[in-house]
């Protein structure tokens, strides 16, 4: 059984998705989650204590999903790294879409926020760094660098989501994603990496989390 917490959490976090964080007001949560606001106020006095701490679920959740794709660097792994972050994109939709705004306006977040992608980029660059040691992709005379690469690689997942919904595209395609973020890496295969990614599409499709 979930904490009332947790229980305040979920509610917001799916009134955020929903409406978009600026049009939920703590009266709103606190019916979404089946409770008055004087006991809502108990745990969370304002709804920027509850941005932070779902900001911190996300984050903590891509951390476990980043490292734990480093463990072991062979592609079926970055695929599954792919569709996971699809899902969690899903779950987390109203950061994405809101990211500058919601940053804007609270500083701690902002902070947060620039830390974390910093941690990104450089587990980034180490994941592709240990893809380059076992052959599979390349730098040479490529012109662009490994860390802008995975520069490269963290902007095309963080802002995908922005991207259709601006274009006015499926914000729901996990093929178009996949195909997306895949791009950023594809022009640097070696032919070993281009044998290893054909075998992996024909393989099966990308797993997905439930």
Do not use: C
Not at 62 to 82: A, E, G, V, W, Y
Not at 99 to 126: G, V, Y
Not at 150 to 170: P, S, T
């Amino acid at each position: 059984m979930k904490n009332t917490k947790q229980k305040i959490l979920d509610a917001a976090l799916s009134l955020f998705n929903r409406d978009g964080y600026v049009n939920v007001r703590l009266q709103h949560i606190a019916d979404k989650a089946g409770m008055s606001i004087g006991n809502q106020g108990y745990h969370f006095k304002h709804k920027e204590e509850m941005l932070l701490a779902i900001y911190q679920e996300l984050s903590a959740e891509q951390r476990k999903l980043l490292t734990d794709t480093s463990l072991s660097p062979i592609f079926p792994n970055i695929d599954f790294f792919i569709s996971s972050l699809f899902d969690l994109q899903q779950k987390f939709a109203f950061f994405y879409l809101d990211m500058l705004e919601l940053t804007r306006a609270n500083e701690t977040l902002k902070s947060q926020q620039q830390e974390h992608i910093q941690w990104q980029q450089t587990q980034l660059t180490l994941l592709l760094q240990m893809h380059e040691a076992r052959g599979v992709i390349n730098w040479e005379n490529s012109g662009i660098g490994l860390e802008e690469t995975a520069q490269h690689l963290w902007r095309m997942m963080d802002f995908w989501l922005i991207m259709q919904k601006v274009e006015g595209k499926n914000t729901a395609d996990f093929q178009a994603y996949r195909q997306s973020v895949w791009g950023v890496i594809k022009p640097f295969f070696t032919a070993q990496g281009a044998i290893e990614f054909d075998q992996l599409n024909a393989l099966q499709e990308p797993i997905k989390l439930g």
